[in-house]
Nanobody, 124 residues
Framework: QVQLVESGGGQVQSGGSLRLSCVAS????????MGWFRQAPGKEREFAAA????????VYADSVKGRFTISRDNAKNTVYLQMNSLKPEDTAVYYC?????????????????WGQGTQVTVSS
């Protein structure tokens, strides 16, 4: 079955960096667009970043643009989220998701598969 497994979360001080990874199995990874979403306590899950199947195009939420970078390695079935200049408001559980289709999407309803999430906590 399809599995998406995130790792790399943790606790960091404001201004610090973390790199999240998501390893996919059970699917043809290079055929899927990938996204990162996040959910803070008491809030709805929100879009952070997405990347096309080839890695040729990326899109970011305004809240993370210029600080986060999404990338992928199709040979390793892995998508990454490099997070720099972290802020306390970035504290959330971060989820990766896989989507088939012609385009990437910022809507969580457009994704077929989800990981279990990894916690990121940014202290001030």
């Amino acid at each position: 079955q399809v599995q998406l497994v995130e790792s790399g979360g943790g606790q960091v001080q404001s201004g610090g960096s973390l790199r999240l990874s998501c390893v996919a199995s059970g699917l043809t990874f290079s055929s899927y667009h990938m996204g990162w979403f996040r959910q803070a306590p008491g809030k709805e899950r929100e879009f952070a970043a997405a990347i096309t199947w080839s890695g040729g195009s990326t899109v970011y939420a305004d809240s993370v643009k210029g600080r986060f970078t999404i990338s992928r390695d199709n040979a390793k079935n892995t998508v990454y989220l490099q997070m720099n200049s972290l802020k306390p408001e970035d504290t959330a559980v971060y989820y990766c998701a896989a989507r088939q289709g012609r385009y990437t999407s910022s809507s969580l309803y457009g994704y077929n598969y989800w990981g279990q999430g990894t916690q990121v906590t940014v202290s001030s």
